[in-house]
């Protein structure tokens, strides 16, 4: 018979747990996924009228956010790069954008996006007074932020591939930033299948970044225009003859 006084061991009690956990680890993990491909969903559905895919159509706009990323992979060309500066080249040269702000990250002497992107489009013959560099985007919720606390813009195109502009378009309708996104064809090259599963736990950190953890830029500053306001005096009535 046994003992009713009988009181479970600490191997016991660890081991009731463990098959505790167990039991609902299953659910657990069934419940996550559907959350993560419910944000993946989510964040697509919500920029599918925000996104350009042909030149064409675009109105005009006073600045083009250009999103970096490495110009090489290796000794490669970056597809990913290469399209995101034609197109904007293609932008300049069809007169749908008036200025540039290249974002992306700065991490060393020997990696520099912005100054990348920059050398690119003068080597196009795009003006240099039309381009502005931001040598803080570290990750797009910087580069889009940024746009509009730092560069005073909260209405302008961003340039890259078709998935990168749905989670930054997520960002920017969270911060009242009205943007569209000119999506640039994907490489070729690369597998589709892994890109796709990185950005789908990339959404879910930009869901947590902006509604659990209230995440900000690493780096804000002072205001750097890029659209000169008018000044007090231009605003006032013409005097009446």
Known sequence: MRDIFHRPTSYERITHAVTRILAILP????????????????????????????????????????????????????????????????????????????????????????????????AADIPEDVIYLDYAGFRT????????????????????????CERALFIANSHDIQARCLAVPDPVSHSGFKVRLREVFARSKAFLDLYILNAKPKFLGPKEPIVSQPSEEALLPEPKD
């Open 27 to 122: 659910i657990l993990v069934i419940a996550g996924v559907i959350i993560v491909m419910a944000i993946d969903r989510w964040v697509s559905y919500q920029a599918k009228d925000q996104i350009y895919h042909h030149l064409n159509d675009i109105e005009h706009y006073q600045v083009a956010v250009v999103l970096g990323t490495s110009k090489y992979q290796g000794r490669s060309l970056n597809e990913y790069y290469t399209e995101r500066i034609g197109a904007a080249i293609q932008l300049y040269q069809s007169d749908k954008v008036d200025n540039f702000l290249l974002s992306g990250d700065n991490a060393h002497r020997s990696y520099n996006e912005p100054w990348t992107m920059k050398r690119d489009l003068l």
């Open 141 to 164: 919720l910087d580069s889009i932020v940024r746009a509009k606390e730092i560069f005073d813009t909260d209405n302008f195109l961003i340039v890259s591939q078709q998935f990168h």
